[in-house]
């Protein structure tokens, strides 16, 4: 097995910023997070225009992989939104 | 340079883009912490809380500017790194609740009802994320490895026998995911026992992640950062234990997975579309 620390922060020093992987990021900031009720972007918790951000990054990144098989995870299956437990959605009041 | 004691209430233009609230800030981390646009970030203060704000132009920000610029995945990629770098620096420095990518006020008047209206929740969240840190770990499948070497022997003779490989061979793939799939499930359970709070993000698209082999365990977990190395320990531990999952441990993050209304208890998973 191998575990890769790939810290987002590096704890011995912490002026050394790491890029962290984007979909990595993507998984916490645009399917979790406290969404307040912005008075403009309440519709970034609306999970189509998610969705389509996305789809447009799938396509991106596709072009420079292998398409996915239909194993498991499913070709279909779209990371990100996290519809089961995205705790903020409901309401879009935050 | 704007102040950073003082906010401008000009309205109108620019709105504010906020990144997350806190109990206290060091207005000397603020004064040196480029925010979206590259000018430093503020603090807007309410409700005993102060919520760190970037001015942001609404040409760009805007609800209709971003229903375009979201689609854009250069633009995409450089707000999440950008607000990223923000919170992981308050984060740092002390508890924060993470806002979502792009939540986006008027001014610095409605930041502050916000911070009003939500003040309980977000003080109970403040408490609950002091001292502690998210950890990521993934686990991705290794398809070669058999986790035990449980069938050979069985009632019948050779022809039953050959029937059993043979229904072996053809149901290796589906396997593999179940033994993946228990694998991630077991990880999880003994994660969640070692963590404050946990839960599962949906698996990560191979397409995103670059990875050679689909992701059966996407999990996130709060740990007190007394607890850390012991959980990175566990996380050896464990991929010893499942060589059918290669894990791959990433952390600390802020809190992102951990704000959400209604917090998915310890160890109670919600099961992804695997």
């Given at each position: 097995?191998?575990?890769?620390?790939?810290?987002?922060?590096?704890?011995?020093?912490?002026?050394?910023?790491?890029?962290?992987?984007?979909?990595?990021?993507?998984?916490?900031?645009?399917?979790?997070?406290?969404?307040?009720?912005?008075?403009?972007?309440?519709?970034?918790?609306?999970?189509?225009?998610?969705?389509?951000?996305?789809?447009?990054?799938?396509?991106?990144?596709?072009?420079?992989?292998?398409?996915?098989?239909?194993?498991?995870?499913?070709?279909?299956?779209?990371?990100?939104?996290?519809?089961?437990?995205?705790?903020?959605?409901?309401?879009?009041?935050? | 340079?704007?102040?950073?004691?003082?906010?401008?209430?000009?309205?109108?233009?620019?709105?504010?883009?906020?990144?997350?609230?806190?109990?206290?800030?060091?207005?000397?981390?603020?004064?040196?912490?480029?925010?979206?646009?590259?000018?430093?970030?503020?603090?807007?203060?309410?409700?005993?809380?102060?919520?760190?704000?970037?001015?942001?132009?609404?040409?760009?920000?805007?609800?209709?500017?971003?229903?375009?610029?979201?689609?854009?995945?250069?633009w995409l990629e450089r707000v999440a790194r950008a607000h990223h770098r923000v919170v992981d620096a308050?984060?740092?420095?002390?508890?924060?609740?993470?806002?979502?990518?792009?939540?986006?006020?008027?001014?610095?008047?409605?930041?502050?009802?916000?911070?009003?209206?939500?003040?309980?929740?977000?003080?109970?969240?403040?408490?609950?994320?002091?001292?502690?840190?998210?950890?990521?770990?993934?686990?991705?499948?290794?398809?070669?490895?058999?986790?035990?070497?449980?069938?050979?022997?069985?009632?019948?003779?050779?022809?039953?026998?050959?029937?059993?490989?043979?229904?072996?061979?053809?149901?290796?793939?589906?396997?593999?995911?179940?033994?993946?799939?228990?694998?991630?499930?077991?990880?999880?359970?003994?994660?969640?026992?070692?963590?404050?709070?946990?839960?599962?993000?949906?698996?990560?698209?191979?397409?995103?992640?670059?990875?050679?082999?689909?992701?059966?365990?996407?999990?996130?977990?709060?740990?007190?950062?007394?607890?850390?190395?012991?959980?990175?320990?566990?996380?050896?531990?464990?991929?010893?234990?499942?060589?059918?999952?290669?894990?791959?441990?990433?952390?600390?993050?802020?809190?992102?997975?951990?704000?959400?209304?209604?917090?998915?208890?310890?160890?109670?998973?919600?099961?992804?579309?695997?």
């Amino acid at each position: 097995m191998v575990t890769t620390s790939l810290a987002p922060n590096s704890a011995d020093d912490p002026l050394a910023y790491r890029p962290v992987a984007l979909v990595d990021l993507l998984d916490r900031v645009l399917a979790t997070g406290v969404v307040v009720s912005g008075d403009i972007t309440l519709s970034i918790a609306d999970v189509d225009l998610v969705r389509i951000s996305l789809r447009a990054l799938i396509a991106s990144v596709g072009a420079l992989a292998p398409p996915e098989p239909p194993a498991a995870g499913g070709a279909a299956a779209v990371p990100g939104p996290d519809a089961p437990s995205a705790g903020a959605l409901p309401g879009g009041d935050w | 340079m704007r102040s950073t004691v003082e906010p401008p209430t000009d309205a109108g233009d620019t709105g504010r883009w906020l990144h997350g609230v806190l109990r206290e800030a060091d207005l000397g981390l603020l004064s040196g912490l480029p925010g979206m646009t590259g000018e430093p970030v503020r603090p807007v203060r309410a409700a005993g809380l102060v919520a760190v704000v970037s001015a942001v132009p609404l040409t760009e920000y805007g609800e209709e500017a971003l229903h375009r610029n979201l689609e854009d995945l250069a633009w995409l990629e450089r707000v999440a790194r950008a607000h990223h770098r923000v919170v992981d620096a308050l984060a740092r420095a002390g508890a924060v609740v993470p806002a979502r990518l792009a939540t986006v006020h008027h001014d610095d008047g409605r930041v502050a009802a916000s911070l009003t209206e939500r003040r309980a929740e977000l003080a109970a969240l403040l408490d609950r994320l002091t001292g502690r840190g998210e950890w990521g770990v993934k686990g991705y499948v290794v398809p070669g490895a058999v986790p035990q070497a449980e069938e050979t022997a069985g009632p019948g003779g050779a022809g039953a026998a050959y029937l059993r490989r043979r229904r072996a061979q053809l149901t290796a793939r589906e396997d593999v995911q179940r033994n993946a799939a228990a694998a991630a499930a077991a990880v999880h359970e003994a994660l969640s026992r070692h963590a404050v709070a946990a839960r599962r993000h949906a698996p990560q698209d191979r397409r995103l992640s670059g990875a050679p082999t689909a992701m059966a365990l996407n999990g996130a977990y709060l740990v007190d950062a007394t607890a850390a190395a012991g959980f990175a320990g566990l996380v050896e531990t464990l991929g010893a234990r499942h060589p059918e999952l290669r894990l791959e441990l990433t952390g600390p993050w802020p809190p992102y997975s951990f704000v959400a209304e209604r917090p998915a208890e310890p160890a109670r998973v919600r099961e992804p579309a695997w």
